[in-house]
């Protein structure tokens, strides 16, 4: 009698675990379900990505002053350099002298008799 009652209890707590599975499983395919958890995902991975990026824009901008500081020092360059003059360059090489320009004034068409407008002669 005993071994029957304990079969009968395992099975009925088996079935009680198997269904619960089965609903659990149910609700999470659900279209309501399936849409929050990829929400979900996705803010997670949008967070992760924008901590990853304020990280390497924080690590650039932490080496890049570094950096600046080794080629100051490297170039002795202090804090108030006095910036020099700077050169001006002829537009075209090889004219030096302004006085004589290099290539001669350019010679315009002049305008010829009839016109290309064809709305004219319509």
Do not use: C
């Not at 997670?44 to 924080?58: E, N, P, W, Y």
């Not at 002829?90 to 320009?101: F, Q």
Request: net charge neutral; charged share 30%; proline share 6%.
């Amino acid at each position: 009698m005993f071994r029957r009652t304990f079969w009968f209890t395992t099975g009925v707590a088996a079935g009680v675990w198997a269904t619960t599975k089965v609903n659990r499983k149910i609700r999470q395919l659900t279209p309501e379900s399936l849409a929050a958890t990829a929400a979900n995902k996705a803010l997670q991975t949008g967070q992760r990505l924008k901590d990853r990026a304020v990280g390497f824009a924080l690590d650039v901008r932490d080496n890049m002053a570094q950096r600046e500081a080794e080629l100051e020092e490297a170039l002795g360059i202090h804090e108030d350099p006095e910036l020099p003059v700077p050169k001006r360059y002829a537009a075209l090489e090889g004219n030096d002298d302004r006085s004589t320009p290099k290539y001669s004034t350019p010679k315009y068409i002049e305008s010829p008799m009839h016109s290309y407008n064809r709305n004219e002669d319509h």
